[in-house]
């Protein structure tokens, strides 16, 4: 998903999750997604979890309302840092 924001914004995430929500369904199927449903992710890094984060929710969030006026560069510095935090924890 966050890689899906990064690219397309609200409405890749969107896609996303109606595509997850189709793999998933009894009516097609039924088997829970798997890596090689999302081409162009890079694989989940097999490394211990970041400690820190340069953007958290809690930057997101303000004071407490999720303001809309800032509301999209927030949630994209946060998806940003935290893909970041990842990749340098390799």
């Known amino acids: 998903m966050l ?3 990064l690219r397309d914004g609200q409405v890749g995430v969107a896609a996303l999750t109606r595509r997850v929500r189709k793999l998933n369904s009894h009516r097609s ?4 997604p798997r890596a090689e449903d999302f081409a162009g ?7 211990d979890p970041p400690s820190a984060f340069d953007t958290t ?4 969030a303000g004071d407490g309302g999720f ?5 999209e ?5 946060w998806v940003a ?3 970041k935090a990842w990749r340098d924890a390799r």
Do not use: M
């Not at 199927?29 to 829970?32: E, I, K, N």
């Not at 929710?57 to 997101?60: F, H, N, S, T």
């Open 3 to 5: 890689h899906a924001y």
């Open 29 to 32: 199927g039924g088997r829970p």
């Open 41 to 47: 992710a890079p694989p989940f890094p097999d490394v």
């Open 57 to 60: 929710i809690a930057d997101v």
């Open 67 to 71: 303001p809309a006026e800032r509301y």
């Open 73 to 77: 560069d927030s949630v994209r510095a």
């Open 81 to 83: 840092d935290t893909v």
